[in-house]
């Protein structure tokens, strides 16, 4: 029933976003299957969901929110795990230095994320651990305007400060936290630091 009403708002939330001038929207889609052959016929299949919509209250100023649902299936038919995350993603964002197409901006985040998992081994299931996770996060980024409404921006995940807190249940209830800063050049080439994506701008014609 909560993730009903958590849905809907977001539904409304990007409804009436769409409708204003100075709206953005954006997103990421993916999905992934990979089999085996052999004897084990073994799997691992992911499909990621990320909309995001967003809206300038001042020329450099940007808020919005991004939702995300991934769903991870790995093992073969007889013993597997499954997995299920969704986060709700609001950010703010400063467009601090702006020159030609190009513009360097600040996204600051704050995030809740739940996840569930199930286990499937010999034919009996097991349910858990589910976590719960709240997280702040401040991280740079690039936007180069390929035209007036399309814009490719990249958000670098090596820079940056964050901190977040997670609650763990399985079986017991555990708590963790942690906080992250500085930058660092490990991993460069890993797609998971640097991501680009696409956002469409809703701009207002001139009478």
């Not at 007889?78 to 299920?84: A, F, H, L, V, W």
């Not at 499937?120 to 690039?142: C, D, N």
């Not at 079986?171 to 630091?193: E, Y």
Request: glycine content about 10%; proline content about 2%.
């Amino acid at each position: 029933m909560k993730l009903n009403r958590i849905l809907t708002t977001v539904f409304c939330f990007f409804l009436a976003l769409s409708v204003n001038a100075q709206a953005f929207i954006g997103g990421d889609a993916r999905l992934s299957l990979l089999s085996s052959g052999s004897g084990s016929n073994s799997h691992s299949n992911s499909f990621v969901l990320s909309p995001m919509a967003g809206n300038f209250i001042t020329e450099n100023v940007a808020t919005g929110l991004e939702v995300s649902l991934s769903l991870v299936s790995n093992g073969t038919a007889s013993d597997k795990n499954n997995s299920t995350q969704f986060t709700i993603n609001p950010f703010v964002r400063y467009y601090a230095i702006r020159w030609n197409k190009i513009s360097l901006f600040g996204q600051g985040n704050v995030g809740l994320s739940y996840s569930s998992s199930t286990t499937v081994v010999g034919g009996i299931k097991t349910t858990g651990p589910k976590s719960t996770e709240i997280y702040l996060s401040i991280q740079p980024g690039l936007s180069f305007d390929a035209t007036e409404r399309i814009s490719l921006e990249t958000t670098i995940s090596l820079f940056g400060l964050g901190a977040d807190y997670r609650t763990i249940k399985d079986g017991t209830i555990s708590h963790t936290s942690s906080f992250h800063a500085g930058a660092s050049l490990d991993n460069i080439a890993n797609t998971n630091s640097i991501t680009i994506g696409l956002i469409y701008k809703f701009v207002k014609k001139s009478d």
